[in-house]
């Protein structure tokens, strides 16, 4: 069954079209710094905002009209997985992502809820092998259950503790048997709302438990995924254990995990952390912890995770600016972690969306790689810093100065110049080099 009916192949057609169905600046074959676009980008969809969204909100129910809103759920997430390989042939993405929940309902016992799980296994591994489609990543939903009030790795219950590590196992096995490139970490409700409840230390020591265990079933079974987490400061707790990415490399770096964890980092939960998308992927990226990518954008205006489909060009420049300098994703991709607004209820904007995104991410790209192959941004650094290439601050950066030196150094009273900084040029360069693409 067609659930697109009204659309078709959505192609690159350049700036001159007008179709709304077509991309203007999105070619995946296009060479960018001698790479293809797509590999670049390597675009995912998100299962749960795309299939399983409905456009409700606190203040109303879903406004979404779709297709494969059966009665019966299991009925309904076969119907979903159609409609998934449809949309992703038709948008031409190579990958896609999901929660174990997004899938498949959850039965009366952990037993039938696995027998769902598998059952639509099937359908979505033999969808795989027939369309060439990948899985970038999938993880376990461990926070919509009222069973997960109190968290799940971080849990008060030692019961609910057992069951998550029940879920993460079988979901660790799906990824193996759908070829998963990545396995993700969130921690919906990994944290607190008071102190006054809370016994921090334990909670802490036990999600790394519940990662050692994760990280020694993944030996056992074969499944060499690049294993992620994903830092969110807030909601739906007060105080989320993985704030940020600097707050989750230390914690992964106290636990002895970091050799086996990179970052699934997302622009929305950036802003709400207080940081730059892009300052997020620095961190991650000096610390050689950057894995992978979800794309959105929140409204500076609302204070929550609003996961609007990225359309700032400023952002998706930076963003790709930040990994290029990286050398890239490796394993990880772009997944649209992205949903439609609630006036957006027809199928056709879930096209329409995904374009705008793919479209401002592909213009960014080309923006970033003129920044590159021009040094603009190179040349600027290497200026301000250039004190750092010799005399005392040579020494410094070689490791051969000390408190002794630095000492006889300024008691030489020589004068200090500063360089400016010149902000504003520097943003008007950006200009250019984004609206001259």
Request: net charge negative; proline share 3%; charged share 25%.
């Amino acid at each position: 069954m067609s659930y697109f009916k009204s659309v078709g192949k959505i192609a690159f057609e350049g700036k001159g079209s007008d179709n709304p169905l077509a991309f203007k600046q999105y070619n995946p074959k296009e060479i960018v710094l001698g790479k293809p676009m797509e590999e670049h980008l390597r675009f995912a969809v998100a299962y749960w905002h795309t299939f399983t969204a409905s456009g409700a909100d606190p203040f109303g129910v879903g406004t979404a009209v779709r297709g494969w809103d059966y009665a019966d759920a299991m009925d309904q997430a076969k119907a979903r997985v159609d409609a998934n390989f449809e949309f992703l042939e038709k948008i031409g993405i190579p990958y896609y992502c999901f929660h174990d929940r997004d899938i498949a309902p959850e039965g009366n016992t952990l037993q039938e809820t696995n027998k769902n799980l598998d059952t639509i296994v099937d359908l979505l591994e033999a969808n795989m092998k027939s369309t060439g489609t990948k899985l970038l990543w999938n993880t376990a939903n461990m926070f919509t259950h009222p069973r997960f009030v109190h968290g799940a790795g971080t849990t008060s219950n030692a019961d609910v503790y057992a069951y998550a590590g029940a879920q993460l196992k079988k979901s660790l096995e799906v990824g193996k048997r759908l070829g998963a490139a990545n396995y993700v970490f969130w921690g919906g409700r990994e944290g607190y709302d008071t102190l006054l409840n809370t016994d921090m230390a334990l909670e802490l020591d036990n999600l790394a438990r519940l990662f050692h265990m994760a990280v020694a079933y993944a030996s056992e079974i074969g499944f060499d995924a690049q294993f992620l987490i994903e830092p969110k400061p807030k909601e739906p707790t007060k105080h989320q254990y993985d704030f940020d990415a600097a707050t989750t490399i230390a914690f992964l770096q106290k636990y002895d995990l970091q050799s086996k964890f990179k970052l699934n980092l997302e622009a929305n939960h950036a802003t709400l952390a207080g940081h730059t998308f892009e300052h997020e992927i620095r961190v991650a990226a000096i610390n050689g912890m950057l894995g992978s990518l979800d794309a959105n954008q929140g409204d500076l205006l609302i204070g929550w995770d609003t996961d609007e489909f990225p359309t700032d060009l400023y952002a998706t420049t930076l963003t790709l600016y930040e990994v290029l300098k990286a050398g890239g994703l490796g394993n990880g991709g772009i997944n649209f972690d992205a949903k439609v607004r609630r006036g957006s209820f027809e199928d056709e904007d879930l096209f329409l969306a995904h374009i705008a995104g793919m479209d401002s991410y592909a213009w960014g790209l080309k923006a970033a790689a003129k920044l590159i192959e021009n040094k603009v941004l190179d040349n600027v650094i290497d200026n301000r810093y250039s004190s750092f290439r010799e005399g005392i601050g040579a020494e410094i950066v070689a490791g051969k100065a000390t408190l002794h030196t630095l000492e006889q150094y300024a008691m030489q009273n020589n004068p200090i110049q500063n360089l400016s900084g010149r902000q504003e040029r520097i943003k008007l360069l950006l200009n250019e080099a984004i609206f001259n693409v």
